[in-house]
């Protein structure tokens, strides 16, 4: 996918991309410190892409976060804190229940392992 420049003005990698330094500098340009180039032969700009994030601000040095990356990173730690909970059969009393880790029965109080 080919970043071109519509009216002298460079496309943006991402829509959802927004960087921000550390500092607070209050910087507008950022380089992307793990990005990959491709070239031509003669060493004309083909394309680029980000292969992993990390960001430094150009105006103090210090490192720049994409703050378009904080609600997915919410989403997913969110989804790592939703307790799993598993439908497993009791040994004891042989009914189905729902339970989530280290909980007992709710029918006979037998300890039950979700695995």
């Known amino acids: 996918m080919t970043r071109e420049a519509v009216a002298g003005r460079a496309l943006p990698y991402s829509d959802s ?4 330094c550390s500092r607070r500098c209050g ?3 950022f380089r992307a410190l793990f990005a990959e180039v491709e070239l031509e032969a003669d060493g004309t700009y ?3 892409q980000i292969a992993q994030p990390g960001y430094v601000c ?4 210090a490192p720049a976060f994409d703050l378009g990356q904080v609600p997915a990173e919410m ?3 969110a989804e790592e804190d939703t307790p799993k909970t598993s439908d497993i059969l009791c040994p004891v009393c042989e ?3 729902q339970v989530d880790a280290g909980m007992e029965c709710p ?3 037998a300890p039950l392992e979700v695995g």
Do not use: P, R
């Not at 150009?58 to 040095?61: E, F, R, S, T, Y």
């Open 107 to 109: 029918n006979c109080g």
């Open 75 to 77: 989403m997913a730690e």
């Open 95 to 97: 009914t189905l229940v």
């Open 58 to 61: 150009l105006n103090c040095g």
């Open 27 to 29: 910087g507008k340009l």
């Open 17 to 20: 991309m927004l960087l921000a």
């Open 46 to 48: 083909v394309d680029h």
